[in-house]
């Protein structure tokens, strides 16, 4: 896949693209149905969103939000076949742009597509002025085709990423699962902790949650998957999503322990899963008490993921 950062200077050859439009923060079913929908014979398959997410520029003091960080959106677009993702730095020129110039400078001229697919419920230009229906027109004019698409629903209601925070907070993997169309996954590289849990025999792998929505803190049941390096694959294993004071402001951090596994695993990228939410922080009166629990929660979780 490739990735273009300046409509500026996007290649002859990536022209011509059909591309779905949006921020896909989660890449959920609703995104899949829109990305499919942009699937064209013999035309390449494009999506163009926006780093950083609209809202963290207008907003940058509110609390984290995202669902997934800019690699792991573009790891998951890669897993669909999108061939080229338009990563357009969202900053005051292209928040200053009217509809009318960011459909005919950006999509037009700049990334040169001939075909857009949009969610019914897309707006764009500034003070998102710009409705799906007036792209439809743009579109006219300017040379792209626009196929407007319907929202996707699920049992609970829309699909959405508000939807899908929602039940990570309420401690429901599986129910986010549904939306997503795969199980929620924290991606980044591994972390120096304080080596105290190789100490009590579970060695975790620790990961940042920086300028991500924190699920409910407790204990999961994950599927893990290393990314790179001598120990790339799949493992299963046991998570807690908590407070850790080696973190500076007492930051919430996910400490994972894998089963069935010796090896190195600093600085390599993790993508965790989260399959089941088991139980909520605990505090502890001593170590074997919490050794105990460790125990029993990878009991719990194996059994978890035995079920999946």
């Keep these: 896949m490739r990735i273009l950062r300046d409509p500026q200077y996007t290649r002859p050859q990536d022209r011509g693209a059909s591309a779905a439009i949006g921020n896909f923060d989660g890449v959920h079913r609703g995104h899949c149905h829109v990305i499919d929908l942009a699937r064209r014979p013999g035309l390449p398959l494009g999506v ?32 669909l076949g999108v061939e080229i993702l338009a990563e357009l730095p969202f900053d005051a020129r292209l928040a200053s742009l009217s509809a009318e110039a960011f459909a ?9 597509l001939s075909h857009v697919v949009v969610g019914a419920d897309f707006c764009f230009g500034q003070g998102r002025s710009g409705t799906a229906q007036m792209l439809r027109d743009f579109g006219a004019r300017f040379g792209f085709d626009v196929t407007i698409a ?10 959405s990423s508000t939807a899908i925070r929602a039940a990570l907070s309420a401690g429901q993997p599986r129910e986010a699962a549904e939306m997503l169309g ?34 409910k803190l407790g204990v999961y049941a994950v599927l893990v998957d290393v990314l790179e390096g001598p120990h790339q694959g799949t493992y299963r294993g046991v998570a807690n999503l908590g407070i850790r004071p080696m973190f500076a402001r007492d930051t919430p951090n996910l400490e994972t322990f894998l089963f ?13 899963g989260l399959v089941a939410y088991l139980r909520g922080e605990m505090r ?5 008490a919490l050794i105990v629990q460790m125990d029993q929660d990878s009991l719990a979780a194996r059994a978890a993921l035995d079920l999946t």
Aim: charged share 25%.
């Design 182 to 215: 795969h199980w929620h996954r924290i991606e980044g590289p591994v972390l120096h902790g304080d080596k105290r849990g190789r100490l009590l025999g579970y060695p975790t792998a620790n990961m940042a949650l920086e300028g991500l929505h924190v699920p």
């Design 104 to 112: 005919r400078d950006i999509l037009a001229q700049g990334l040169g």
């Design 48 to 79: 163009v969103t926006f780093e950083p997410h609209p809202r963290e520029y207008f907003a940058p003091d509110a609390p984290p939000f995202r669902l997934m960080n800019a690699g792991a959106r573009a790891h998951r677009l890669e897993k």
């Design 260 to 272: 069935d596994f010796a090896g190195d695993l600093y600085g390599c990228a993790l993508s965790v």
């Design 150 to 159: 319907d929202l996707l629903t699920a049992e609970a209601g829309a699909v």
């Design 284 to 288: 502890f009166d001593g170590l074997d």
